[in-house]
C-alpha cells in the first residue's frame, strides 16, 4: 500500500501516511476557522491543531516501533497556509495590487495593456535563533475558481519547508513553530494596508 488516508467523521481534517511522508490536513467546510494552538471555547479547552498533530504523529511514530518497522528520522518539515481571497465583496481584492504590496501592476508603457491572468512566486530564507539558514518560506499567488459558487478569486499559499530544528518529535514541532511564524507575518507583509482595514487586522495581529 503506497498510501493511507484517515479522514474524520465529518471529513473536515485528513491524516496522510505514506512511506516518506506523514501529513495532516484541514479544510474549510463553513465552520470555525481552527486555532494553531490550544485554546478555550465558551469555557470549554479545545485543543489547537498543533496538538492534534502532535498526538497524531506520536501515535503512529509508537506504531511504529511496535511493529518494529524502523526508527522515525525526519528529514524535512513542511506547514501550509492556504488562502482564498474573492475578487468581489466586502472583503474582495479586485487585483493583487489591491492584495499584494510588492505588486504594483504598473508598466513601463501601455502596449501589452491589462494583463489576462498574473501569477506570482517568492522566496525567503528562514533562520533559526543562530541565524543558520534552516529553511524557506514560500509565497505563491495565482487566479482561481471557487468550487462551488464559480466566483474568480486569489489563492494565496504560504509554505515554510526546512529542516527540523532538533530531534524526533520535539525538532518537528519547533520547526512548525517556526515556520507558523513566519508565514503569518509574512501575510501581514505580503498584503496591503488597504486590505488590513478590510479585515480589520489588529497591529502585531
Same mark, same amino acid.
Given at each position: 500500500?503506497? #498510501?493511507?488516508?484517515?479522514?474524520?467523521?465529518?471529513?473536515?481534517?485528513?491524516?496522510?501516511?505514506?512511506?516518506?511522508?506523514? +501529513?495532516?490536513?484541514?479544510?474549510? *467546510?463553513?465552520?470555525?476557522?481552527?486555532?494553531?494552538?490550544?485554546?478555550?471555547?465558551?469555557?470549554?479547552?479545545?485543543?489547537?491543531?498543533? *496538538?492534534?498533530?502532535?498526538?497524531?504523529?506520536? @501515535?503512529?511514530?509508537?506504531?511504529?516501533?511496535?511493529?518494529?518497522? @524502523?526508527?522515525?528520522?525526519?528529514?524535512?518539515?513542511?506547514?501550509?497556509?492556504?488562502? =482564498?481571497?474573492?475578487? +468581489?465583496?466586502?472583503?474582495?481584492?479586485?487585483?493583487?495590487?489591491?492584495?499584494?504590496?510588492?505588486?504594483?501592476?504598473?508598466?513601463?508603457?501601455?502596449?501589452?495593456?491589462?494583463?489576462?491572468?498574473?501569477?506570482? +512566486?517568492? =522566496?525567503?530564507?528562514?533562520?533559526?535563533?543562530? %541565524? %543558520?539558514?534552516?529553511?524557506?518560506?514560500?509565497?505563491?499567488?495565482?487566479?482561481?475558481?471557487?468550487?462551488?459558487?464559480?466566483?474568480?478569486? *486569489?489563492?494565496?499559499?504560504? *509554505?515554510? #519547508?526546512?529542516?527540523?530544528?532538533?530531534?524526533?518529535?520535539?525538532?518537528?514541532?519547533?520547526?512548525?513553530?517556526?515556520?507558523?511564524? =513566519?508565514?503569518?507575518? @509574512?501575510?501581514?507583509?505580503?498584503?496591503?494596508?488597504?486590505?488590513?482595514?478590510?479585515?480589520?487586522? %489588529?497591529?502585531?495581529?
Amino acid at each position: 500500500m503506497r #498510501r493511507a488516508l484517515f479522514f474524520s467523521e465529518d471529513r473536515r481534517e485528513l491524516r496522510q501516511v505514506q512511506a516518506d511522508r506523514f +501529513a495532516r490536513n484541514w479544510k474549510k *467546510t463553513g465552520d470555525p476557522y481552527p486555532r494553531y494552538d490550544d485554546h478555550e471555547t465558551g469555557g470549554v479547552p479545545t485543543k489547537g491543531l498543533r *496538538t492534534r498533530f502532535r498526538e497524531d504523529l506520536q @501515535g503512529f511514530v509508537e506504531f511504529v516501533n511496535e511493529q518494529n518497522l @524502523g526508527a522515525f528520522l525526519p528529514n524535512q518539515c513542511e506547514i501550509t497556509y492556504v488562502n =482564498h481571497v474573492q475578487a +468581489a465583496g466586502e472583503f474582495g481584492a479586485q487585483d493583487l495590487a489591491h492584495l499584494l504590496s510588492p505588486w504594483s501592476g504598473n508598466f513601463s508603457d501601455g502596449f501589452l495593456g491589462r494583463p489576462e491572468s498574473i501569477e506570482i +512566486a517568492t =522566496h525567503f530564507i528562514l533562520e533559526d535563533t543562530s %541565524k %543558520k539558514n534552516v529553511g524557506r518560506l514560500h509565497v505563491a499567488a495565482m487566479p482561481a475558481r471557487d468550487q462551488v459558487s464559480g466566483e474568480t478569486l *486569489t489563492r494565496l499559499t504560504l *509554505t515554510a #519547508r526546512g529542516l527540523p530544528l532538533g530531534n524526533g518529535l520535539d525538532g518537528v514541532l519547533l520547526f512548525l513553530d517556526l515556520g507558523r511564524r =513566519h508565514i503569518v507575518k @509574512g501575510f501581514a507583509s505580503m498584503t496591503t494596508p488597504t486590505m488590513h482595514g478590510k479585515w480589520r487586522r %489588529k497591529n502585531g495581529g
